[in-house]
């Protein structure tokens, strides 16, 4: 069996949070669960697993989550069965139940509220990161999962496990985690705040389990190095393979998201009407039109580039509609893909 992740070297800044993300099964779930069940045997505290939607901690998704310690839990006689959203260990000679886990999702934290978890001193919250789309205000409902689980202890260790499908995510900007994007494989940050509280947030060392066959995953797309390598994912979009010339933009604006700056130019030349984005290093300019998911109190910003309004906006929106949206290179692509998955869902 190959080199699969361990907790060893973040474990070492004993940090409240652990942020960890990198290639596809590479072993952060196992590790952590790992961590947990040791745990337990030794001190008998519980754990919570938790997942962002309530379909991904059903029963029958996990009923399977244990499946890699069989023989591990056979070793202590046991074996671990779920239901009613709660992991037993059971006793194989007596049958005995005793509460190992929760399964909990964030999408549910209402129906929490009135529950108690003072035995749990590990939360595990597996696929943070997703290349879909986060719940409305997702972080402050993550900190209220937090606050029923916590209460008013200090003896309980986060960990937040992803896999490199998106670079945007709203818990890095909430959580203060500047360096993410230029962060190098097999590096650990440490964030230390004012309250004493760290996170620790490592980007996983690529194990390049799949190596051996990479001749399967050879073709010219840069998602596929998530897969192989651990690499940011990145969807390729479209590109403008013609010289774009500067008095053929017969409009521009400027588009705001995760504290990044992108301009859209609007061009009318041999090609049709199409916009072109490309990133924007210059300052906002006061009668500039500016989408921003953020609320401004100008009516020259707007949320959204489908709602339309007037011949600009409709303009633009058309545009949008009808796939005439270039840019500059995949990760301007990738950025304001993002932006436009809470333009839709938020």
């Not at 705040?193 to 797309?221: H, I, P, Q, W």
Request: aromatic letters at 16%.
């Amino acid at each position: 069996m190959g080199k699969y992740y361990s907790l060893t070297k973040i474990l070492r800044n004993k940090s409240q949070y652990n942020v960890i993300f990198g290639e596809r099964s590479n072993g952060k779930t196992y590790a952590c669960l790992k961590y947990a069940l040791d745990k337990f045997f030794k001190t008998g505290e519980e754990f919570v697993y938790l997942r962002r939607w309530t379909d991904d901690v059903k029963a029958k998704r996990m009923q399977t989550l244990f499946t890699p310690f069989k023989e591990y839990l056979e070793k202590r006689n046991r074996k671990v069965i779920f239901k009613g959203g709660v992991f037993y260990l059971v006793d194989l000679d007596t049958d005995e139940e005793t509460i190992l886990a929760y399964a909990l999702s964030i999408s549910e934290v209402e129906h929490m509220k009135s529950s108690s978890y003072e035995n749990v001193t590990t939360v595990i919250f597996d696929e943070f990161l997703t290349r879909r789309v986060y719940l409305v205000n997702e972080f402050v409902s993550f900190m209220n999962v937090l606050s029923t689980i916590i209460r008013k202890r200090e003896n309980v260790k986060i960990f937040m496990l992803g896999n490199t499908v998106n670079r945007y995510c709203p818990y890095f900007s909430e959580m203060g985690l500047k360096n993410i994007e230029h962060m190098k494989q097999g590096t650990i940050d440490v964030y230390k705040y004012s309250s004493g509280m760290t996170v620790s947030v490592e980007y996983c060392t690529s194990l390049n389990r799949v190596k051996k066959g990479s001749s399967y995953f050879a073709f010219d797309n840069p998602d596929l190095k998530m897969i192989t390598e651990g690499k940011w994912e990145l969807g390729i979009y479209p590109h403008v393979s013609w010289k774009l010339y500067h008095e053929n933009i017969v409009y521009s604006f400027v588009i705001v998201f995760n504290n990044k700056y992108f301009q859209g130019d609007i061009y009318n030349d041999e090609q049709g009407v199409y916009i072109y984005i490309h990133e924007k290093t210059s300052e906002i300019k006061d009668d500039t039109l500016v989408f921003s998911l953020e609320s401004v109190p100008n009516k020259l910003y707007n949320v959204s580039v489908y709602i339309g309004g007037n011949k600009v906006l409709n303009l633009i929106r058309n545009l949008f509609l009808n796939n005439k949206v270039f840019y500059q290179n995949n990760s301007v692509g990738d950025t304001i893909n993002n932006y436009l998955k809470g333009v839709k869902y938020g």
